[in-house]
Structure formats: C-alpha cells, structure tokens
C-alpha cells in the first residue's frame, strides 16, 4: 500500500470472522482507516481490539445489513466519523448449501437477502461517497465484491448459493461499465473454498452426506484471500484488477 493509504478509509462488511476480519486487519496493519460492519458485535470488538492493539484505527458498526436503513446507516457512520469513504469491501455473505429438492425455502431467502440485497444497499448508499473521493488526491476509489468460484463454475448441491454468487459478478460487472469514466473501480474476487465459519451454517445433514468428498479438501485460509483485496485496492489510480479468481491448490474446480 502507498503512503495515501495512511488517510483511507475502508468499510469490510462481515467483519467480524473469516474474510472480512482478516481484511480489516491487513488494511489496518497498512495504515488504512476501517469501519468493521456486521451483526455481532462482540466480533468485531475482537477484531477491533487487534486493530488497535496494533496501532490502528477501528470503528465497530453493528448493522444487520439486510435492512436497507441499517445498510445506508453503516455508511453514515463511517463517513460522520472519518470524513468520507474511498474502499468499499463487500464481504458479508451466508452459504447455505444443500439439494433444491426437500430444501428449507427460508435458507435461500436468507442469503438472497444477505448474499444480493444486503451488497446492493451498503454499494448503494457507499456510491456517492466514493465518486466523491475518486475526485480527490488519490484519483480513484474501490468497490470490491467478494463472489465464490461456484458463482462461475454452479455444481449440484449449490444452486441457490451459485445463483446469487453469478448474481454478484453480474452485478459487479454492470457498475464497473457505469463507474470506469468516474474513476471509481469496481473488482471482483472470487474464492474457492476457505477455511472460515460458513461451512458451520450447512445443515448436518448436508455435511454428513457430504463429509467424504470435503474431509480430505484442501482449503484456502481467510489471509489468502484477505492479501488479494489488499493488492486490489493498491494499485495505482491507472491499474484496475477487475476479477480475480483464488482457489486452493490442487482444486479442479
């Protein structure tokens, strides 16, 4: 990261675990200002006291982001706090996996919500912000959406958690045709599987009947993927990393 980075600021949304944490972390650590955004807030003071333990700064907004008025507020509060908004890290999402037939409808309710309209509301309300720091001294600002390899490569099991992962990469494609004359970039990033709570909300069913195939799996782990925003969101004004696909090795899918 550039010394710009030191007056950044950074909303991670899903701060509180897995990617989202370890992102507020490595931004922090390079000297970017972050708001950690989620529903659990005595995560993200965990992830806020390692911030500041470390020197950092750290703001904990506990949001439930699925309701668009607590999504437009995370950003409120980020910039009433800070004075504005240049990172946008949309990485709260639920994986909820599991055969179309029988499947509780609520779980693909939940992550329509979370995993679509939670991203749409927090981008929504974050854009204003954004173009306005991608006129300033830096020259750009960053959107970047964290997707899943199963929104490119839809496998059984997964349907309804692909569809709104293919969701995701639709829409981030879409705003970065709108966004590019203003400066605003908007990446992509897609993990193959990693080693964080998700695989805890699949029904026990589901990883029974799965754990075979997953016992021996080889899984990315959340710094990995966290490293990959980092070098996204540093680049300079010129360079724009659009999409990037990270999976564990020896991963055929």
């Known amino acids: 990261m550039n010394n710009r980075s030191k007056t950044m600021t950074a909303l991670v949304t899903g701060a509180g675990s897995g990617i989202g944490a370890a992102t507020a972390v490595l931004l922090a650590e390079q000297g970017v200002t972050v708001a950690l955004a989620a529903r659990r807030k005595d995560r993200l003071e965990e992830t806020a006291g390692r911030i500041r333990a470390a020197g950092g700064t750290a703001l904990v907004i506990e949001a439930d ?3 668009r008025a607590q999504a437009a507020g995370a950003v409120e509060q980020t910039v009433a706090a800070f004075g504005g908004l240049d ?14 037939e029988g499947a509780p409808v609520e779980e693909w309710d939940r992550m329509i919500a979370v995993n679509l309209q939670g991203l749409l509301s ?16 830096r020259g750009t600002a960053d959107i970047v959406n964290v997707s899943s390899v199963a929104g490119r490569y839809p496998r059984e099991g997964s349907a309804v958690y692909s569809m709104t992962k293919h ?5 981030s494609e879409a705003l970065r045709r709108e966004l590019a004359a203003r400066h605003v970039r908007v990446s992509l990033v897609e993990p193959g599987p990693v080693a964080t709570e998700l695989f805890g909300h699949i029904r026990p069913e589901v990883l029974a009947a799965n754990r075979e195939a997953w016992a021996d799996a080889t899984l990315l782990e959340a710094r990995d993927v966290a490293e990959t925003i980092a070098f996204v969101v540093s680049r300079p004004a010129r360079a724009v990393v659009n999409e990037v696909v990270i999976r564990p090795d020896g991963d055929i899918w």
């Open 65 to 67: 982001l699925t309701d």
């Open 167 to 171: 969701g995701v990469g639709a829409f």
């Open 122 to 137: 927090v981008t929504h309300a974050a854009l204003p912000h954004l173009l306005a720091a991608a006129g300033g001294a």
């Open 87 to 100: 990172i946008l890290v949309n990485n709260a999402g639920l994986m909820l996996l599991g055969p179309v």
